[in-house]
Each structure stands twice: as structure tokens, then as C-alpha cells.
């Protein structure tokens, strides 16, 4: 049996916002890019294009909302047969499972929709439904490594509520716990690939283009007309391509930039909770650090929320 915790509906619409935050813009940018590989021309992109993208967004919203709800509730829930700690572990995890439940989720169902919008509107095949699908998936992970320090930043304050009341999570491990020794690693890979891969398709689909025209240029030409038809035609094929693939790496740069800024600021607000506790101890007035987190800055954090709680215990 358990009892949703006063403020969770709260929380999750300020949660939902963040996630909104993250995946709209990021949506947009997406469906522009993998719009050409899927089939959809650029003369779309005025027109039909962005009510493609819209009810893709649409479509991801729904899910992240439904499903980010449920997850907020499950790790806010007080349960009669908790055992120490179990509360605030289920609140650190949440951020990661926002991430991997949630927004893989809701980028899943929009890059879905997206493409069966197209196959309904444009006829176009229907395994562009599935290709786009399987886009977004790969897509929401960059934005995911944002979101979860969005959320953390939401929730650190119930983490500490949590952890004030002498509650101590027991580190679980695994893909919900992450530590900085191997996440921080994982997020420059997936900005990495991400580049990689969002620039190989842009420049697959511009290659296709470039192979048709040229077919039919050289069909229709003879001789030197031929050749200097193909010579401009690579040329503006060249041109054409720069373009998307210099915007992307823009994009993911600025993306990766404030990644980098909010993992600078979180470590400066994580040393700075720990420093003040221990300047309360020396102080004769021991409080707890405001920080709670799975990583090893979390673990600082609880050993020396630990000293202050039997410091307190001496004191009194």
C-alpha cells in the first residue's frame, strides 16, 4: 500500500517543463535534419514539414507526460514496508529513469508519428515510419544528458529533505545510479557520435540527390556540355551540403557547451553544500550538507552528513 507524498504533482509539472525544455527544441532541429534522408524534399520545409514536426512533438509530449507522472509518483510514494534509505535511493534514480523511461519513450512515439504523418500526407514509404523512429530514439540521447541534471536540480531539494531525516541510500549500481567515472565518459561519446552520425546522414542523403541529378544530366547531355553540367551540378551539391553539416556541428557544440556548464556549475553547487557543513562543524554548530546525489560527490556528501549528525549527537 502506499500514499503519494504532499507537492508530487508539483514536482512533476516543474519536471515537465524541463523535459519540454529539452525536446522541443531538439525536435525541431532533428526533424529538419532527418527530414531529406527519409525522402522529404526541402521545397516541404515551408510547408508541410512543420505540421510533420508538430504532431511529432505533440505526439512525444503526451507520452513523456504520462509516463513521467507514474515515475514521479512510484519514487515519491511513502511505503509502510520501506526499508531505511529505500525513499531517498528511489528519488536519486528518478532523474535517470525521467531519462531512459520517459524521454526514450517519448522521442520514440513522435519520431513514429512523424513518420507515419508522412506515409498518410506524402505516400511516401512505409518503412520511413520505423526509420524515424529508430532516429529519434538515437536522437534523444543528447538532450537526455541535460535533462538529468534538470531534474536532479528539481528534485535535489525532496533528496534532501530525505536525507536530513538520518536516511541513508544504500548505492544500488547499474544505469539508474551513475557515477562520474563512467557517466561523464558516456556523455562525450554520445556528443561525439551524435555528430558522426547526424553529419553521415546528411551527407548519405545528399548524396542520393547528387546521383540522380547527375544521372539525369548526363542522360540528357553529350560531350563537354556533359561534363560541365556535372562540374556545376557537384559544385552546388557541395554548396548544398556545408550548409546542414556546419548547422549541426554548431548546434551540438552550443548543446555540448552547456552540457559543460551545468556539469561545472552542479560540481561548484555539490563542494560548495559540503564545504559550508564543514565550516558549521568547526563553527560548534553542525548541519547537514544541502547535496544528496548517486555519484561520488554524493558520497562525500553523506559521509560528511554522518560526521555532522554525530557531532550533533556529541554536542547535545
Known sequence: MTAPVHGAGALHRRIFARILLTAVPSAIVAGYVIAPGLGLG?????DTLPWLVAAGIGAASGVQWAVSGALVRAALAARSGDAPGARLARILELPRRIELYSNTSGWLAGGL???LAAVVWHGVPATTALAAAGLALFASLFPGLVLVMLVEDVLRPAAVEEAGRGSRAATRGGFFWPRQRWYLPYAFAVALVSLLVFSAFVLLS???VAVGRLVSEAGARDGALAAEALR???EAQARATATPV???ALVLLVAFAVTGVLLARRQ?????AVEASLRSMAAGAPELPGWASTDELGDLAAATADIALEMRRAFD
Do not use: N
Open 268 to 272: 561548484a553547487r555539490a563542494v560548495g
Open 246 to 248: 556546419v548547422a549541426i
Open 206 to 208: 545528399r548524396y542520393r
Open 42 to 46: 526541402s521545397d516541404m520545409y515551408g
Open 113 to 115: 508519428v512523424f513518420g
Open 232 to 234: 556545376e551540378s557537384l
